[in-house]
Structures are given as structure tokens and as C-alpha cells.
């Protein structure tokens, strides 16, 4: 767990079931996430259990709730900071039509590598993924390959 003067950043637990309802069940916020938008707390359990609690513990992967301290649940800022000497790079990703994250990426400093197609399930239809990557080491040679290693249809667009 992590406190701030306002916020505690800590690990998702069983009691956080309403708190992700109310995230994953808005149409606004699924538009770019690969799930349709929750439909009840039992499924949303379902989820919580293995995509949040059973992944605590793999060291490559992180999902954080982020509360305000004087109720521990609403979620309100996002912030982060990153020591050079343990991380060589970061990458995100984006949807092609997701425009604001686009805008993150680039304001951080990210630069675009590569896209990728990829089959969303449940929704079954075709996304193309823009990967961005930002090396701390100042190893600009270096590009993830994890995803055009992954997809079949990987491509470099002419983008700027």
C-alpha cells in the first residue's frame, strides 16, 4: 500500500465489488476496454476475483485502486513516477480511435513504434492497437516486440 496526503494506492480487495461496478458497468469508460460494460455484481465479482485478486502477485503486471483517503473508494487523480535504474522502458497502447489516450502518450514523451491488429473478445470484432514505447536508458534502438510477436497483421503506419 502507498499513501499520499490524499490518496491510498493499494491492491484491489473483495470489498472494492460496488466501487469497480460502477466503472465497468459505464458505457462511456468500456468504449475502448475489449469487455462489454457489466451488467451485475456477480459478474463483476467473477472479474474482481481473477483479473484483480489472482493477479496480485505477478510481477509484471499491476492493478491498483486508487481511493481517496477520506473514503477509500472514489477514484478521482492518477499520477506516477518512475526510477530510470530499474526500468529501461515503458509501452501502452491505444485503440486508433481512442484519440485522448493518443495525447497522453505523446505529452509523456512516448514514441510510436508499431500497430497491430487484434480480435476483442467478447465483442468479436478487429482493433488496431497503436504501441508506443518511451526507453528511459536512452536506448532509442530498442523496441518491444512483444506484440508484433504475438499478432499476425503488424504494420508501421505513416502517421505524422
Same mark, same amino acid.
Given at each position: 500500500? @502507498?499513501?499520499?496526503?490524499?490518496?491510498?494506492?493499494? *491492491?484491489?480487495?473483495?470489498?472494492?465489488?460496488?466501487?469497480?461496478?460502477?466503472?465497468?458497468?459505464?458505457?462511456? $469508460?468500456?468504449? %475502448? @476496454?475489449?469487455?462489454?460494460?457489466?451488467? &451485475?455484481?456477480? %459478474?463483476?465479482?467473477?472479474?474482481?476475483?481473477?483479473? %484483480?485478486?489472482?493477479?496480485? &502477485?505477478?510481477?509484471?503486471?499491476?492493478?491498483? !485502486? $486508487?481511493?481517496?483517503?477520506?473514503?477509500? #473508494?472514489?477514484?478521482?487523480?492518477?499520477?506516477? !513516477?518512475?526510477?530510470?535504474?530499474?526500468?529501461? +522502458?515503458?509501452? !501502452?497502447?491505444?485503440?486508433?480511435? #481512442?484519440? !485522448?489516450?493518443?495525447?497522453?502518450?505523446?505529452?509523456?514523451?512516448?514514441?510510436? *513504434?508499431?500497430? +497491430?491488429?487484434? @480480435?476483442?473478445?467478447?465483442?468479436?470484432? @478487429?482493433?488496431?492497437?497503436?504501441?508506443?514505447?518511451?526507453?528511459?536508458?536512452?536506448?532509442?534502438?530498442? $523496441?518491444?516486440?512483444?506484440?508484433?510477436?504475438? %499478432?499476425?497483421?503488424?504494420?508501421?503506419? #505513416?502517421?505524422?
Amino acid at each position: 500500500m @502507498l499513501l499520499t496526503n490524499r490518496l491510498i494506492i493499494r *491492491k484491489f480487495n473483495i470489498d472494492d465489488i460496488e466501487a469497480l461496478f460502477s466503472i465497468l458497468s459505464d458505457k462511456d $469508460v468500456n468504449k %475502448y @476496454l475489449p469487455w462489454f460494460p457489466f451488467e &451485475n455484481l456477480e %459478474y463483476t465479482k467473477k472479474h474482481l476475483e481473477n483479473f %484483480y485478486l489472482n493477479t496480485n &502477485n505477478i510481477r509484471t503486471f499491476y492493478r491498483y !485502486a $486508487v481511493c481517496l483517503k477520506e473514503n477509500n #473508494n472514489d477514484n478521482n487523480d492518477f499520477g506516477y !513516477a518512475l526510477k530510470k535504474d530499474n526500468i529501461k +522502458y515503458i509501452t !501502452a497502447t491505444h485503440d486508433i480511435n #481512442n484519440i !485522448a489516450s493518443y495525447e497522453v502518450m505523446k505529452k509523456i514523451g512516448m514514441i510510436y *513504434k508499431y500497430s +497491430y491488429e487484434e @480480435l476483442w473478445q467478447p465483442k468479436n470484432f @478487429l482493433v488496431i492497437f497503436r504501441m508506443y514505447q518511451l526507453n528511459l536508458d536512452e536506448n532509442n534502438e530498442r $523496441v518491444y516486440k512483444g506484440y508484433s510477436s504475438k %499478432y499476425i497483421n503488424c504494420f508501421i503506419e #505513416n502517421i505524422f
